[in-house]
């Protein structure tokens, strides 16, 4: 791997970026506390996902945790004193947390969560942004809101919700239980689990076979699953649709057709 790529580093250490192969890994590294999501951290994630989407080099996004232990084990709790309390308090970190999630659907590049270990609260509303989640077998699941007192938002149960439906979601707020990776899998929370050794392997093998392909046509696709979660009234089609002729008018379509009649694998280039 290379070394972080300065456009996307965040400088603080628990947040960091490597770019090799047209893939981008992004490592939440917080190990002494289970890569807890702290406010340095969400601080930092919109200029890192705004420097990826930006950067013609990345194809593919993999989030990960650092070590073995963990993807991320939620928020850091003993921020909450500060940062959740007040009323004052609690506005700015909703405001801050609609910027993180204007850079989340800004990002139009396939992303993959790689996950081993613990996955909760905050971290599995991270892995939910991205489009395919692989865990390890020995991950465990859950959203702990309802053991902490808080509210949780409305943006998170929609995003739940339209992955394991209103019975699954119910079921993992209601409880707050703990649940392992074969679970998340019949809930159709990940789209596989793979032993713990292979992960890596599983993972990045899965992320060059979608970085060989055509990157418009990957983000049109993209585009039109998350227009699919919407409500037919708030569909915006014409930018679906204008991106799928893009795609047609490309370079990257004529080189499809020649490398199929030449048999070989296409080289598309993004235009």
Partial sequence: MTSPSPAASDGTGQLLVEV?????????????????????????????????Q????????????AGDKAFVSGADISEFGDLRTSPAARAEYDRAQ???????????????????GFCLGAGLLIALQADIRIAADDSQFAIPAARLGLGFGLAGVTALTNLVGPAGTAEILLSARRFPAAEALRM????????????RDETMTLARAVAQNAPLTLAACKAAIRETGRSPE??????????????????????????????????FTGH
């Fill in 234 to 267: 708030q569909r915006d089609t014409a930018r679906v649709e204008a991106m799928i002729e893009a795609c047609f008018r490309s370079d990257d379509y004529r080189e499809g057709q020649r490398a199929f009649a030449e048999k070989r694998p296409p080289a």
């Fill in 54 to 65: 930006a950067d013609p080099d990345v194809r593919v996004v993999v989030l990960t945790g």
């Fill in 20 to 52: 090799a192969d047209a893939i981008a890994t992004v490592t939440f590294s917080n190990p002494g506390k289970r890569n807890a999501l702290t406010g340095e951290m969400r601080a930092d994630l919109p200029g890192v996902l705004d420097a990826l």
């Fill in 98 to 116: 609609a910027v993180i999630n204007r850079s989340w659907s800004g990002l139009g590049k396939p992303v993959i969560a790689m996950i081993r």
């Fill in 188 to 199: 159709g929370l990940v789209n596989r689990v793979v032993a713990a050794p292979d992960l």
